[in-house]
């Protein structure tokens, strides 16, 4: 895995955008999997920053989304398709048909994850996947303990993920306690992944998945075994990392 740590959040933000549109520019068809929750935003903000200055073409981009709560409604304000509309699709010029989220009011979640993957196969599948990572080493909604062969399902959240998302709701008994997924296996089948990681907070599950063992008990230390991951830190993310960050994540994924 590479990492790559800067300071703050908004060079986090910068660096990730840069990649997405380095990538875009040689390969305007792009297949993107994107990401929710704090850590994205600023990235979103940028890449629409540079979609408004530069006047960029985005109608070749085709999204597929990680994960939505569910059940829930599409319009519910917390709904991972309301914020992906509020921070990306409302400002840029993808086309409806090419934005993919799994459907939080699916009557049948099991034929919903097969259209889902199904989705992803027939779009070539993603060519870069931004991922974020929960204090507990999750990716996607992908909780500890998740088979590292899983493809998109439905799962239980943990009392741990409840908890850190419920402040979100107006009133936090309303919080899904489920989810639809992107499996591990799904993400781990992305070309290129992109992992962005802010604040101490992230620091423990940083070092366990670079530096420890590979273990489902830790979903996010599978990405040592993709070919191409890279970690954006700033400096809090990569605090327990240690000094040689480069030979650390060098060593790591070997
Ligand atoms: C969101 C997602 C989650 C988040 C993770 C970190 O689509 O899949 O895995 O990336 O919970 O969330 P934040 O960025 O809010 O700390």
New binding site residues.
């Given amino acids: 895995m590479k990492v790559v740590k800067v300071e703050k959040y908004e060079e986090v933000c910068e660096h990730a955008s840069e990649m997405v549109l380095t990538a875009w520019k040689q390969h305007p068809q792009l297949v993107l999997g994107l990401?929710?929750?704090?850590?994205p935003i600023g990235f979103y903000r940028r890449l629409v920053e540079r979609y408004l200055q530069e006047r960029l073409d985005f109608s070749g981009i085709t999204t597929f989304n990680?994960?939505e709560y569910y059940p829930i409604k599409r319009s519910h304000p917390q709904s991972?398709a309301r914020f992906m509309k509020e921070h990306f699709f409302d400002h840029v010029n993808i086309p409806a048909e090419q934005i993919h989220i799994l459907n939080g009011e699916a009557l049948d979640t099991g034929e919903e994850c097969s259209r889902f993957e199904a989705g992803i196969d027939a779009a070539g599948g993603v060519d870069i996947q931004i991922?974020?990572?929960?204090r507990n080493g999750?990716?996607?909604?992908n909780e500890p303990g998740t088979p590292f062969g899983s493809r998109s399902h439905l799962v239980a959240l943990t009392a741990s993920t409840i908890q850190a998302n419920s402040r979100f709701f107006a009133d936090p008994s309303e919080m899904p306690r489920h989810a639809l997924t992107m499996g591990i296996q799904t993400i781990m089948k992305s070309k290129k992944i992109l992992l962005l990681a802010v604040g101490e907070g992230k620091a423990e599950a940083i070092r366990l998945a670079l530096q420890g063992p590979v273990t489902e008990a830790m979903p996010a230390s599978i990405l040592k075994r993709h070919p191409d991951v890279t970690l954006i830190l700033d400096r809090g993310a990569a605090s327990l990392l240690g000094g040689g960050v480069q030979d650390a994540a060098a060593r790591d994924s070997q």
């Fill in positions: 990401a929710t929750g704090s850590t990680l994960d991972f991922l974020g990572i929960g999750h990716i996607g909604f």
